[in-house]
Nanobody
Framework: QVQLVESGGGSVQAGGSLRLSCAAS????????MGWFRQAPGKEREGVAA????????YYADSVKGRFTISQDNAQNTLYLQMNSLKPEDTAMYYC???????????????????WGQGTQVTVSS
């Protein structure tokens, strides 16, 4: 059974940094695309960043470009999201996601996600 387990959320002041981690397990192959989504109260879930795990190509939402960095440690089957210069509008539940065959990785759209983590809360105060 596949599993995605996030960690690293918390509370930080505006301008601060956090690093999220996602440990993937149970996959016999891939997943070939992994990413991060977030959902704030009363808002739809939105894609934040994604990475093709085989070749390392990355994609970002415009709202986080230049501030967030997605990366992976293939040996540890772990995905990361380094978040710098955090803003109050970054406050949300952050979810790790996987698309097993890698399709539509660039789209950052939740409808193409196969597997979800349970989420980790990020709160940024002004």
């Amino acid at each position: 059974q596949v599993q995605l387990v996030e960690s690293g959320g918390g509370s930080v002041q505006a301008g601060g940094s956090l690093r999220l981690s996602c440990a993937a397990s149970g996959y016999t192959a891939g997943p070939y695309c992994m990413g991060w989504f977030r959902q704030a109260p009363g808002k739809e879930r939105e894609g934040v960043a994604a990475i093709y795990t085989g070749i390392g190509s990355t994609y970002y939402a415009d709202s986080v470009k230049g501030r967030f960095t997605i990366s992976q440690d293939n040996a540890q089957n772990t995905l990361y999201l380094q978040m710098n210069s955090l803003k109050p509008e970054d406050t949300a539940m952050y979810y790790c996601a996987a698309r097993r065959d890698g399709g539509y990785c660039y789209s950052l759209m939740s409808k193409y996600v196969d597997d979800w983590g349970q989420g980790t809360q990020v709160t940024v105060s002004s």
